[in-house]
């Protein structure tokens, strides 16, 4: 099956700084790849949605200048936790939408996340 | 707006018996569904998806789940279980149209398969 990864798997920083998460698909090219958040014992929230060549769109309540999102090729996206504070501490995941086939029959693939601590 | 509601947080069962994980969702337009399992340290992947058509749907790993409308449920079950099975259950909605892939998911289940 197709695979997406995740790089770092694991982060921790400190307070101010900022993280850049990458999500690649490794054997496919996607167009669109999405953003979620995970917090512990909740469920996966839809961030953004990152579209290859475009602007991201963000969710409800997603600020997009403390999220900076680049999907600057058909193979990566990346999420930037800009000035990172300790509630933002969370698994970040992400999954690629694959660009060949049609409508309701192509099947998002997840990555394995990223646990971002900050401290 | 869609939501999704997973009436279980933990599911413990023994090896071979029967299980269902329940799921409730609520949506002011047509919706897909969706159920994925998560294993330790992997990504989410997809188990099945109903679209249209048959109510009773088949995924892989001999899932399967069945779509009520009127209940406005997607619950799923197998009918025995292995030790392999111990996992994350998430089920999960998408409009369609352009929202189609834009995921609204539930607080998963932990379904643990005893020996």
């Known amino acids: 099956g197709a695979v997406v990864s995740q790089h770092p798997s694991r982060v921790i920083c400190k307070s101010g700084t900022s993280v850049k998460i990458e999500c690649r698909s490794l054997?496919?090219?996607?167009?669109?790849m999405f953003w979620y958040r995970q917090f512990p014992k909740q469920s996966l929230m839809l961030m953004a949605t990152s579209n290859e060549g475009s602007k991201a769109t963000y969710e409800q309540g997603v600020e997009k200048d403390k999220f900076l999102i680049n999907h600057a090729s058909l193979t990566l996206s990346t999420l930037t936790v800009t000035s990172a504070h300790p509630e933002d501490s969370s698994f970040y995941i992400c999954s690629a939408l694959p660009s060949h086939g049609q409508g309701l029959e192509v099947e998002q693939f997840f990555g394995p996340g990223t646990r971002l601590t900050v401290l | 707006a869609q939501s999704v509601t997973q009436l279980d947080s933990q599911v413990p069962v023994f090896e071979e018996a029967p299980v269902e994980l329940r799921c409730n969702y609520s949506?002011?337009?047509?919706?897909?569904l969706f159920w994925y399992v998560q294993y330790p340290n992997q990504g989410l992947q997809l188990l099945l998806k109903y679209l249209s058509g048959s109510t009773l749907v088949k995924g892989i790993n001999g899932f399967e789940a069945e779509f009520n409308k009127s209940q406005t449920s997607f619950h799923l079950r197998k009918p025995s279980v292995h030790i392999s099975d111990t996992a994350e259950y998430f089920c999960a909605v998408s409009a369609g149209g352009t929202s189609y892939g834009k995921l609204t998911f539930g607080q998963g289940t932990i379904l643990t398969v005893h020996p």
């Open positions: 054997d496919f090219q996607a167009t669109t």
């Open positions: 949506s002011s337009v047509s919706v897909y």
